[in-house]
């Protein structure tokens, strides 16, 4: 069965910096797609990024970028020069077309806090 | 462009009370849905999808149902809640052409009293 962990609960960094978020992820699959989303205090969610398994580049969109290790299964998200605004819960998510259809399974999240 | 629209935002329900939560995706004909639910600081939990008109999956039991009675309309609803159906609950959609990526509605809280 899909799983995905975020270990880190809660992270804050001071404004301009760089931060990693971390998630392993569980499956059966050999094909997959994993994504991050971000929700805001207000509890609206957007997307911010994808990596699909078959890719080996690390994808990149705007100062987020991905980390991802296929044979650890950890497809970590960076973000770089934080700005406040960057405050928010980040989750992990992965969906596997195969085996899952159409079920997206997400981790627990991790708040990140900017400080100026 | 494609909106999403949920509603209500907010509701206060009693125990044993019936419930009907509602999105709608205007600009996209033929989407994937989906519906999520969340407790208060807790990950996201998938309920429902949705491929086609007339066909719900469920993905897990949680005493809800839900309904695709129109290409862009999708309905959560029970006939009785309990005091642990309390919290966000989410409809996305996405585009169901190999763009997996999930676009939100802002939420409909839930507090069941």
Redesign the interface.
């Known amino acids: 069965a899909q799983k995905v962990t975020q270990t880190q609960t809660s992270i804050s960094v001071m404004e301009k910096t760089t931060v990693t978020m971390d998630c392993v992820y569980e499956t059966q699959d050999s094909s997959y797609?994993l994504?991050w989303?971000k929700q805001t205090a207000?509890?609206?969610?957007?997307?911010l990024i994808?990596q699909d398994s078959y890719k080996k580049e690390n994808a990149t969109v705007g100062h987020y970028s991905l980390n991802f290790q296929k044979p650890k299964s950890s497809i970590g998200l960076i973000i770089t020069a934080t700005q406040i605004e960057d405050s928010a819960v980040y989750?992990c998510?992965m969906?596997e077309?195969g085996t899952g259809?159409?079920?997206?399974?997400?981790?627990?999240?991790t708040r990140l806090l900017v400080s100026p | 462009a494609q909106t999403i629209h949920q509603w209500p935002v907010a509701e206060i329900k009693a125990v044993g009370s019936p419930l009907s939560l509602g999105c709608t995706i205007k600009g996209k004909s033929s989407p994937?849905l989906?519906w999520y639910w969340q407790a208060t600081g807790?990950?996201?939990?998938?309920l429902f999808?949705s491929?086609t008109v007339g066909q719900v999956?469920s993905?897990v039991q949680l005493n809800l149902s839900a309904s695709r009675p129109k290409d862009d309309q999708f309905i959560l609803s029970t006939e009785k809640l309990l005091l642990s159906h309390s919290g966000?609950y989410?409809c996305?959609w996405s585009t169901g052409t190999g763009d997996?990526?999930?676009?939100?509605g802002?939420?409909t809280?839930l507090s069941v009293l």
Do not use: M, W
């Open positions: 797609f994504f989303y207000s509890g609206e969610i957007v997307f994808r989750f998510a969906r077309p259809g159409y079920k997206v399974v997400f981790g627990s999240g | 994937n989906y807790g990950t996201l939990q998938q999808y491929i999956e993905v966000f989410l996305a997996e990526r999930l676009f939100f802002h939420g809280k």
